[in-house]
């Protein structure tokens, strides 16, 4: 497969957004799916006002938005995905919930020589691939948060993806959306959250013993090392029931303490205090 013209996209959260609205900057033909329309609607919204930001910022005219957002379609019906040429999985961090989904869109997905990837940032590759009975064409996308302003992907081959579907996979990544690959083993966390993760954790402890605030610990890598934003402002942004399924992940994989989720990030997390998208995490928003 030498040019990927329709991509699918399962899940529309901050990064099925994210990934669906880079695409379509691209000229791709986007189809969305969620499990509701309710969410589908919902997803519409996400992009749409994300879109509206570029615009605002001068990144995007308003034709070009408006051209972006016609090559998006959002559904709540999987079915609707079997004549993609690529569907990147963007769904909730939960293992049992992937391989649950590549299984219903191997039956789905039409095109024999289709890729399946997933965003998982934690869950082995190789265990969604042998969900599905092409476990050659499926490998793992990784993007990274905000999806339209972070230029990395990590390209995760499973044991079992075959060299055309890695192949395929970073030219459609590099050349088409426009990213910057990192290859990296079947590992939970592959590169980058194998490193990310033990760091905000341990800031997530910091608080819990009472070592420093929330505020002075972002302040301090924010002054002190150059980071964008500290580790607690960044939780906040990836979602801590995220960070708590990604650590749970690791954990499970390498049962390192430096990787088990802290009490305070299971008790924020049940009491629903999430980050952004709730409104109230480490801060207030
Ligand atoms: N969508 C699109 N563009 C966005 C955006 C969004 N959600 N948020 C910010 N931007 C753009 C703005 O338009 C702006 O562009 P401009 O300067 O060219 O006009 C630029 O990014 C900077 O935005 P702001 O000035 O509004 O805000 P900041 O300077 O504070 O930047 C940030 C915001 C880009 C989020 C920056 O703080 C940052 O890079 N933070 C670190 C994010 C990070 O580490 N992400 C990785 C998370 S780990 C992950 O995703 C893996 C997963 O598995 C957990």
Known sequence: ????????????????????????????????????????????????????????????????????????TFTAD????????????????????????????????????????????????????TATTRPEQVIGLHFFNPVPVQPLVEIIPALTTSADTLTTARRFATEQLGKQPVQAPDRSGFVVNALLVPYL????????????TPEDIDRGMELGCAHPMGPLRLLDLIGLDTAQAIAESLYAEYKEPLYAPPPLLRRMVAAGRLGRKSGQGFHTY
């Open 78 to 129: 999987l079915d609707a995905l079997a004549d993609r040429q690529i569907v990147i999985e963007a769904a909730a961090e939960h293992r049992d919930l992937k391989t649950d989904l590549f299984t219903r869109l191997d039956k789905t997905v039409t095109d024999p020589h289709a890729i399946l990837a997933t965003n998982t940032s934690s869950i082995p590759i190789t265990d969604v691939a």
């Open 201 to 212: 954790l341990a800031a997530v402890r910091m608080v819990e013993s009472g070592t420093a």
């Open 1 to 72: 497969m030498d040019h990927i013209s329709r991509l699918g996209v399962v899940g529309c959260g901050l990064m099925g957004s994210g990934i669906a609205e880079v695409a379509a900057r691209r000229g791709l033909d986007v189809l969305v799916t969620e499990a509701t329309d309710e969410a589908a609607t919902a997803g519409r919204a996400r992009v749409t006002a994300s879109l509206d930001r570029a615009v605002r910022h001068a990144k995007l005219t308003e034709q070009e938005r408006d051209h972006a957002l016609s090559r998006l």
